[in-house]
């Protein structure tokens, strides 16, 4: 929204609870729909696209990303890998402070990857058997260092994934739980923006601190407000009032049609590396057949999808094309073909009779919606008996806790969250991993788990080429998951706003200390 709106308050703002921005104390204020709720801000626990947004701008790690995957200084103003790789060691800025004004320190750095360690979940499984307990040292108040008990060749790529917490803070509320409690609704980071409110289900107010040690844009955002809502109608009368400034990645091509047409917004397109799969459950009937996931996958009527439902690239393989040194392009990916898959069924252990088959999707979003019902309208024409599930996205990630309780089908977005291959397949596919909504999956395959362990183990590009490429065709023939597209990332945009640039590393793109106000 430009300044002279600020003011602005609207029928459809005040049913979300939002008042007008303070012009006294936000001169610039950048609205922002997200179509989930922010399920956590504890920088130890975060796993999702929302979790990561707001952790971007709360906390600030050793190195952030860029957009073309390089690692930019942060908290640290340089590091030193060893010949071997064994060894990294980082210098922190001597001018970086939390938002208590403390100065950021080792001591810290170390204190925060323990406690990642001991809690076990979100960005944990990065370092799980690559750092041991006790391997992060400080040998100075400015001077870390990680030693790690393995060759791993992406390390640097999770370096960002580690965000920094107050070590004195943090341990000052600890409680019995490691300040899991406190960190739920506190912040204790170094991130160029506060916390001002977070009411869960429905919105979270972030406000730029004045005393950021880091660099910022002319004109930077001073608040951010994320409204969380999927519905399109509320989308399009938030920025029909003037409230609304940029729309999430999820909305229908009707309503960024309709934001473009309202002359305020610029339609931003750009290709990503992020898949939308349609993931099968590989431990439940009738998906734990091969014959019957072969089937689903020939079902799919894929350029409908890309073209009209949701827009996006054509995939072949599990890994995007945007991994272009990685990726096997003598994969042929699947086709809507239903002759094929009605031979596929016949060939499967559930033949000449009635498959009852469960087909997941985030509640209230419509192009999933949209595209349940058509997988719905294909497979029943094939025998299949259809129930649609439909939940709510924190729902979602409890269910993705037991192959029992995930259903055979399940829309899911991924995308690397940290600029290298091995995350996209360690997270979705290493047994390790299993148990989230990013495995939904439940492959579980020693064969699988072998050749990534392997390429994590190679410092050499073009054998950990040779190794995920070998994944991909493996993972084809088994058909473990359906790929549907690679996301065209699409945003709705104030012409006033600059700095959306896509990062290949969650949500990353989303820290608004990259963007500024242009009018």
Not at 204 to 216: A, H, L, Q, S
Request: aromatic share 10%; glycine share 6%.
């Amino acid at each position: 929204m430009t300044r002279s709106l600020l003011m602005t308050t609207t029928a459809a703002a005040l049913a979300l609870g939002l008042a007008a921005p303070n012009a006294a104390t936000a001169q610039t204020v950048v609205t922002m729909n997200t179509v989930q709720i922010f399920g956590t801000i504890d920088p130890a626990k975060i796993s999702d696209y929302t979790d990561y947004m707001a952790a971007v701008n709360l906390y600030d790690s050793l190195a952030t990303v860029d957009s073309g995957g390089n690692l930019v200084p942060q908290v640290a103003e340089s590091w030193a890998v060893s010949d071997d790789a064994s060894e990294v060691t980082f210098t922190l800025r001597a001018d970086a402070r939390f938002s208590d004004g403390s100065p950021v320190e080792a001591s810290d750095v170390v204190y925060s990857f323990e406690r990642l360690l001991r809690i076990n979940q979100g960005p944990a499984n990065l370092f799980a058997g690559v750092i041991e307990s006790g391997n992060v040292v400080a040998l100075d108040a400015r001077t870390v260092k990680f030693t790690l008990s393995k060759t791993f060749a992406p390390f640097m790529s999770t370096v960002p994934a580690l965000m920094i917490v107050n070590e004195e803070l943090v341990a000052a509320n600890a409680g019995d739980d490691d300040a899991q409690t406190y960190l739920a609704a506190n912040v204790a980071g170094s991130g160029a923006y506060l916390l001002q409110s977070w009411d869960r289900g429905s919105r979270m107010i972030v406000r730029r601190d004045p005393n950021y040690y880091g660099e910022m844009p002319d004109n930077p955002i001073d608040e951010v407000r994320w409204i969380v809502t999927n519905d399109e109608a509320t989308v399009r009368a938030l920025a029909a009032s003037g409230e609304l400034t940029m729309s999430s990645q999820f909305q229908s091509p009707e309503t960024y049609a309709a934001l473009v047409e309202m002359g305020r917004f610029t339609l931003e397109s750009r290709p990503t590396t992020t898949a939308f799969y349609l993931k099968l459950n590989n431990r439940r009937a009738p998906t734990d057949d091969v014959r019957i996931r072969r089937a689903i996958a020939y079902a799919v009527d894929y350029e409908t999808i890309r073209e009209v439902i949701f827009p996006g690239e054509a995939m072949t393989t599990v890994l995007p094309a945007g991994f272009e040194s990685f990726f096997a392009d003598d994969v042929e990916g699947p086709s809507y073909n239903l002759e094929r898959a009605a031979a596929e069924i016949a060939q499967s252990s559930y033949a000449g009779q009635p498959i009852p088959i469960t087909l997941g999707y985030v509640a209230g979003t419509l192009f999933e919606e949209e595209i349940s019902l058509l997988m719905q309208a294909n497979l029943e024409s094939l025998g299949f008996v259809i129930t649609q599930q439909p939940e709510p996205w924190n729902r979602v990630t409890e269910i993705a806790g037991s192959p029992d309780s995930t259903p055979n089908a399940n829309q899911i977005f991924y995308g690397p969250t940290y600029p290298s291959p091995d995350s996209m397949f360690y997270t979705q596919f290493h047994s390790a991993a299993s148990g989230t909504w990013a495995s939904m999956d439940w492959l579980q395959d020693p064969e699988v788990d072998a050749m990534i362990d392997a390429a994590r183990a190679t410092g050499d590009v073009a054998e950990q080429a040779a190794i995920y490429k070998d994944i991909q065709r493996y993972l084809a023939e088994q058909m473990v998951t359906v790929p549907l597209l690679a996301q065209t990332v699409q945003h709705a945009i104030d012409t006033c706003l600059t700095g959306f640039d896509p990062v290949p590393m969650q949500s990353f793109d989303y820290d608004f200390a990259r963007y500024s106000w242009t009018c």
